[in-house]
């Protein structure tokens, strides 16, 4: 078509053969002859908007982005209003990494054609290359609801999905695209990408072979499958593989024998976790355990004499106190040990961090001294802590948390150690003379169990928790699907038979809920079919239970959303798991134990004023959680209020915690000064 009615009839020709050139030449993919056509035509006819339009199109497949641009904003220039030019000069901006430019295209598209599935995904690609992923997913839903069957509308929401954490939708999307193209290798790379994501590894091979038998040597393929195979593999020893399964007495057996064979330190902390861990230990057992390996393995004839120490003895001066350990940048580090650095008083602490794992960067702002201990021996971290007249050390790895310097430690290069953080369990070795808990886990006269002197924390916590400000959550999904699920996140060693037998027994009484399991363990195949087989021996469905393996912090706090009553474990009940549970809006059914094991999760839901999710024993934990089950709207109020509630919980108050947490350190040191006077 000829645009310049003052062409006359020979340059007419000359244009309209030109022209056909220029289409037959992009035709058969001759780019660079499609641009020269059109230039012919363009000299004979520079108002030729078709003309610039192929040009502009054929410059952006040879990757002259530059020089597409310009070509097509000139085609725009002539009709405003073209769709097509729009298009393609956003896709060129696109390329060119003009998000905002590309994005004021796409909407101008989207004006003149609203009801176009691929005006919306275009809006939607471009939202999603700026990281706009809750404004993308509009767009794409847009999509979607306009044209069902656009294969890319679905691929795209499953990638918005993906990068919101929402590994659930995320697939959900990508099994409505892989009904369209089952062998469409962005589909099965990405449904694969999810699967891992979500420790499902063994589900996501499968998919990733497909890829390769289509497409041999294709990198993501091959990387993923490589990075699935491996943990695949179940490197534990028999009795870890039955203790990280819950079936602790059978741990504890094979522990024992190989204790007897072999009374090494490593064989003796396995023992004792399965001691933390089993139904038929209690805490006075810990206590003995304890000093069993304090007998085996310390040397406490060979301890220092207190007057051995140069440490100044004023009661009231500032005090130097160092904390070791490997995880103060973790997760929970993050939100626990940091805010806690940030605010302690530096006029009465000046504190050491002795750090053997990553993190650095983080930590060494927020203390007084900074000290590296990765590549250091014991020996030489044993004359660093006395060349720093350490007062108090806090521990917060403990003995069973590996690797550790607890060896050093056994030699007692501060003259106060405190057990603290980790475990609220006794040491059990003299050389942590103080512990420091709370009133809730170590109740009065419950000390006789332990080695150390117990001080306790004024309220029912061990530690302040800061996440910032409470989530904005959804509301419950039972709201929707129609059916509750309960769920739990915990490690499975602490999901031993009788917490199963617990959780059949409550879908039993609640017939059309789902059971939501998430852990580390459940990343074998083997070992979901072992809880699928337990269940449907007591009638209970497969299709009843979700199971996945580890997922990343987001990812895992975004899996919560599918969940609307947390499950504690017993005897020994959850601490993150419950914190980060709550904070998320879900209600946590927990049993206030026996011992402090039991008493974790009932500190915090007492801390924050939710004694009624406290149970007296098994039936009244299943009573409360049928009960809780049949109020939705009880549940929706939590979620919408159990952040907030959170927040103003002593758990969330960092400032007081870190006053009452120095307050008990003075104590301790003046305690250490009264008990060890001369004539003492």
């Known amino acids: 078509m000829i645009n310049s009615a003052n062409v006359g009839g020979n340059i007419q020709q000359d244009v309209e053969a030109h022209w056909a050139n220029a289409v037959s030449f992009f035709e058969n993919g001759q780019i660079q002859e499609t641009i020269f056509a059109c230039q012919q035509v363009l000299e004979l006819d520079s108002g030729h908007f078709e003309a610039l339009l192929l040009a502009g199109k054929a410059a952006r497949q040879l990757g002259q982005h530059r020089m597409a641009e310009n070509i097509l904003r000139a085609a725009l220039n002539l009709r405003p209003d073209s769709v097509e030019g729009g298009r393609e000069l956003g896709a060129t901006l696109m390329s060119l990494k003009q998000y905002e430019q590309s994005l004021e295209c796409y909407r101008q598209v989207l004006k003149l054609q609203p009801t176009s599935a691929q005006a919306n995904l275009d ?131 094979l522990a024992r024998d190989d204790l007897a064979r072999d009374d090494s330190v490593e064989n003796h902390n396995f023992l004792l976790k399965c001691y933390l861990a089993s139904a038929r230990h209690s805490a006075h057992d810990l206590f003995l355990g304890g000093r069993e390996w304090a ?9 220092p004499n207190p007057s051995e120490f ?70 030489s971290f044993f004359k660093l802590v006395r060349d720093d007249v350490i007062d108090i050390m806090l521990d917060i790895n403990g003995r069973i948390r590996t690797p550790n310097h607890f060896e050093t430690l056994l030699r007692q290069p501060a003259p106060i150690q405190v057990n603290w953080y980790n475990l609220p369990c006794t040491v059990g070795v003299k050389a942590f003379n103080y512990a420091i808990s709370d009133g809730y886990c170590i109740r009065e006269g419950e000390e006789t169990d332990y080695v150390e002197k117990v001080f306790r924390m004024p309220t029912s916590t061990i530690c302040a ?44 009484r609640v017939p059309d809920a789902r059971l939501y399991l998430k852990s580390n363990n459940l990343r074998l195949r083997g070992e979901r079919e072992r809880v699928a087989a337990f269940f449907s021996a007591r009638g209970i469905a497969p299709e009843r239970l979700i199971m996945e393996g580890l997922s990343t912090f987001k990812q895992m706090k ?123």
């Open 123 to 253: 809006v939607a690609t471009t939202l999603f290359d700026m990281c706009w992923y809750k404004e993308a997913l509009q767009y794409c839903g847009n999509a979607v609801e306009l044209q069902p069957n656009l294969l890319v509308a679905h691929i795209r929401m499953g990638m918005i999905y993906y990068r919101l954490d929402d590994l659930h939708r995320s697939l959900e999307c990508l099994y409505l695209a892989y009904k369209m193209a089952p062998e469409e290798p962005n589909v099965l790379n990405l449904m694969a990408l999810a699967k891992i994501e979500l420790g499902l590894h063994d589900e996501a091979v499968p998919m990733l072979e497909q890829v390769l038998a289509h497409q041999p040597g294709e990198a993501f393929a091959v990387a993923h499958l490589l990075e699935a195979r491996n943990a695949m593999q179940e490197r534990a020893s028999v009795k870890e593989v039955l203790y990280n399964s819950g079936m602790v007495d059978e741990a504890e057996k």
């Open 295 to 303: 007998r085996m393995h310390e040397q406490e004839d060979a301890l």
């Open 310 to 379: 140069k440490n100044k003895r004023d009661p009231n001066r500032r005090l130097r106190v160092g904390i070791v350990g490997d995880y103060f940048a973790g997760v929970i580090g993050a939100y626990t040990l940091i805010p806690f650095f940030k605010l302690y008083d530096r006029s009465r602490i000046e504190l050491f961090c002795y750090n053997f794992g990553p993190g650095g960067e983080y930590v060494r702002s927020v203390v007084d001294r900074y000290r590296d201990i990765s590549q250091m021996s014991g020996e």
């Open 465 to 508: 928790w800061d996440m910032g400000e409470p989530p904005v959550v959804p509301p419950p999904p039972c709201l929707e699907n129609g059916y509750v699920t309960f769920g739990c996140f915990a490690d499975f060693f602490k999901i031993g038979e009788g917490v199963l037998e617990a959780w059949a027994a409550l879908l039993k």
């Open 558 to 680: 975004k899996c919560y959303e599918w969940m609307d009553i947390a499950l504690d474990t017993f005897p020994y009940s959850s601490g993150s798991t419950t914190i980060n549970a709550l904070w998320q809006g879900i209600p946590v059914i927990a049993i206030e134990g026996a011992d402090w094991r039991g008493r974790s999760t009932a500190a915090v839901l007492a801390g924050a004023q939710l004694d009624e999710f406290i149970a007296r024993d098994v039936g009244d934990y299943v009573d409360k959680a049928c009960a809780l089950a049949a109020d939705p709207a009880r549940l929706a109020e939590l979620r919408a209020t159990l952040g907030k509630r959170m927040a103003a919980s002593p758990q969330w108050d960092v400032k007081s915690f870190a006053r009452n947490f120095e307050s008990r350190l003075r104590m301790i040191w003046q305690d250490w000064l009264k008990a060890t006077a001369t004539g003492k």
